[in-house]
């Protein structure tokens, strides 16, 4: 599916290029806008269905960040047979808001949209298993790295598209070094 999928992003004007602040708070020249792609319910059903084949039998939660997660979360639980629940930032960390709850001993997924350092996905997962969840599995639509793909958590990541992308602290940023306006098309902006 990589290539097809890679190729969606691209007709769907995903797949951009320029200087954009990372949720992770690092600059890179190349963002993968899967919001783009998700408004297309026949192409998130597609990708949820991938997505859960990918993650196996046994799940009883997916848990996803949000925002960017919330729309592949419940795709994902939908082919899954689970319940779907997002996490939320408040004053700067991870919870559980409007009545949801992760019930002891739940098998869980934790699902992002995007991973890059894996930091959200690994709040949204540690979240669970604090309350008492066991956490399978990760999964995301697309795992960015630099170097080689970062494993959110010490289980299993599942993506579906991997894409080596360069990414630089703000003070090494070479667009940064050139005064280029930094964009920031994520949910969280720039650090």
Known sequence: MRDDLLQIFREKG?????????T???????????ALVLQYPDIAREIGREMARLAGEGIDLVVSPAVGGIVIGQEVAYFLGARAIFTERMEGKMALRRGFAVKPGERVLAVEDV?????????????????????????????????RPVNPMDVPHHSLLQVHAPAFDPDRCPQCGAGIPVEKPGSRGIK
């Open 24 to 34: 992770s708070g690092k600059h890179s020249t190349v963002y993968l806008q899967c």
């Open 14 to 22: 995903a797949l951009l290029e320029g200087h954009f602040g990372l």
């Open 115 to 147: 991973v890059t350092t894996g930091g959200s996905a690994r709040e949204a997962a540690e979240l669970a298993v604090n309350m008492g969840g066991d956490l399978v599995a990760t999964a995301s639509i697309v795992h960015r790295f630099v170097d």
